[in-house]
């Protein structure tokens, strides 16, 4: 089992920033994808995903050139990076992980999800 928890979300103009982590504990060792969703309502979406192994990344569209998720192997954790961000950047971020290289978005390909933590962002 993996067990994820997210922290450093908050409340935030246009235009600032924040910085997301998930710190993963368990048998991570069995993990090769790791990527932040984001919901509001019922539609969850990913924002940005990267191959523990190798480092490749991939993001939405939406947050291309504003957003970097990035890695730290040594304490097992992710980060997502989030500068210039805009009032539609609100939601709930989820970090998950999965066993196999996920390349995009479908929620139910990953098989660990942490809690999640609030991103508001206000005009």
């Known amino acids: 089992q993996v067990q994820l928890v997210e922290s450093g979300g908050g409340s935030v103009q246009a235009g600032g920033s924040l910085r997301l982590s998930c710190a993963a504990s368990?048998?991570?060792?069995?993990?090769?994808?790791m990527a932040w969703f984001r919901q509001v309502g019922k539609e969850r979406e990913v924002v940005a995903g990267i191959?523990?192994?190798?480092?490749?990344?991939y993001y939405a569209d939406s947050v291309k050139g504003r957003f970097t998720i990035s890695q730290d192997n040594a304490k097992n954790t992710v980060y997502l990076q989030m500068n210039s961000l805009k009032p539609e950047d609100t939601a709930m971020y989820y970090c998950?992980?999965?066993?196999?290289?996920?390349?995009?978005?479908?929620?139910?390909?990953?098989?660990?999800w942490g809690q999640g933590t609030q991103v508001t962002v206000s005009s």
């Open positions: 998950a992980a999965a066993n196999l290289w996920i390349c995009g978005g479908a929620p139910n390909k990953f098989d660990y």
């Open positions: 191959y523990t192994g190798g480092g490749a990344t």
């Open positions: 368990g048998y991570t060792g069995s993990i090769n994808s």
